[in-house]
């Protein structure tokens, strides 16, 4: 079943990409999110099933998703790698879709295939919500950037942010800038040129009257940046293992950055990290990537009490 986004509600819905959000849909998550934030309910999915499909390894989605359906009196099932499934025998994700919606309300599936959220969506007779396909979108992670933001600097209107470091292949970004570009953002996409952000995103952006700028070097943006959403190198997306040694290693920010940008800056991160995040940032009031996390509990129950109807 593929339910697109519209003004008609949230319940049934699938959450495949961002570009199915419109800037209300958005606002009125991030509302129901801070609601669960502050008064949690915790019975209200009592004698709800969610099934978690992870194809693809995962610490903090996987766990938030798990954690946020059982803080609201759910329960839940699934597997955290293909291998000890049927789809080791040959079984396909259509199948396997069309038996996991017989045990389950919601299904929550990253994958390593761009597309498959949204052919699982095809399969399933029950809401599917995209926990990240191979380098394409990563949507729930960009709500609870959104959500971040929002707390951490008040607004997300006219903000200058700053994506850096594998804007090729990271999904987060992609999810993130679309999404932005509701809110009058200007960008400031920072990488080496060859993970840059693809040309059909900066196309999208243009044709929205987006304002962004490439540069290689987070020195030449700093001092204008709101936000720095930092991504680490994806090495499990690159063909070749030597290009991925090449870049490895682009970025490494440390206390220094401080000293170059807006004192109220804010350092973000979908995390992991593996490198590009020197610790000694950890403690300072500028780093806000441990807290963002955690933000995925909320924004998380937000969106599966509305899919399944439980909010109206
Ligand atoms: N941010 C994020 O998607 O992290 P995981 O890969 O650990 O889920």
């Known amino acids: 079943m593929i339910f697109l986004m519209d003004n008609n509600g949230f319940k049934g819905r699938d959450i495949i990409s961002i570009r199915d959000f419109s800037k209300k849909d958005l606002l009125y998550l991030l509302s129901i999110a801070k609601r669960m934030e502050q008064s949690p309910d915790t019975s209200l999915l009592n004698n709800k099933i969610a099934s978690l499909l992870f194809f693809e390894p995962s610490t903090r989605t996987r766990l938030s998703f798990d954690s946020a359906f059982k803080k609201l009196g759910g329960k839940t099932i699934g597997f955290a790698q293909a291998e000890v499934t049927s789809v080791k025998k040959g079984e396909t994700l259509w199948d396997t879709i069309k038996m996991v919606e017989q045990y389950s309300d919601v299904i929550i599936m990253r994958h390593y295939i761009e597309g498959a959220a949204?052919?699982?969506?095809?399969?399933?007779?029950?809401?599917?919500?995209?926990?990240?396909?191979?380098?394409?979108?990563?949507?729930?992670?960009?709500?609870?950037?959104?959500?971040?933001?929002?707390?951490?600097?008040g607004t997300l209107e006219g903000l200058n942010?700053?994506?850096?470091?594998?804007?090729?292949?990271?999904?987060?970004?992609?999810?993130?800038?679309?999404?932005?570009?509701?809110?009058?953002?200007?960008?400031?996409?920072?990488?080496?040129?060859?993970?840059?952000?693809?040309?059909?995103?900066?196309d999208e952006l243009k044709g929205k009257n987006i304002k962004f700028t490439e540069a290689e070097d987070v020195a030449e943006v700093s001092k204008q940046l709101d936000v720095l959403y930092v991504t680490r190198i994806q090495k499990?997306?690159?063909?070749?293992?030597?290009?991925?040694?090449?870049?490895?290693?682009?970025?490494?920010?440390?206390?220094?950055?401080?000293?170059?940008?807006?004192?109220?800056?804010?350092?973000?991160?979908?995390l992991p990290r593996v490198g590009e995040i020197n610790p000694e940032l950890d403690d300072t009031k500028n780093a806000v990537y441990f807290r963002q996390a955690g933000n995925g509990i909320p924004v998380r129950q937000a969106l599966l009490a509305l899919v399944l109807g439980k909010i109206k």
């Open 161 to 202: 942010i700053g994506f850096l470091g594998d804007l090729k292949y990271g999904r987060t970004v992609h999810s993130l800038a679309i999404a932005l570009s509701h809110f009058n953002a200007k960008m400031f996409f920072i990488s080496p040129k060859a993970l840059s952000m693809p040309k059909d995103y900066l």
């Open 236 to 270: 499990e997306r690159f063909a070749d293992a030597l290009e991925y040694e090449k870049y490895k290693n682009a970025y490494k920010l440390d206390k220094s950055l401080l000293k170059i940008s807006k004192k109220d800056l804010i350092i973000m991160h979908p």
């Open 118 to 153: 949204r052919l699982a969506a095809e399969a399933a007779s029950i809401p599917v919500l995209n926990a990240g396909d191979g380098a394409n979108q990563h949507p729930t992670q960009t709500l609870l950037d959104l959500y971040t933001i929002l707390k951490e600097k």
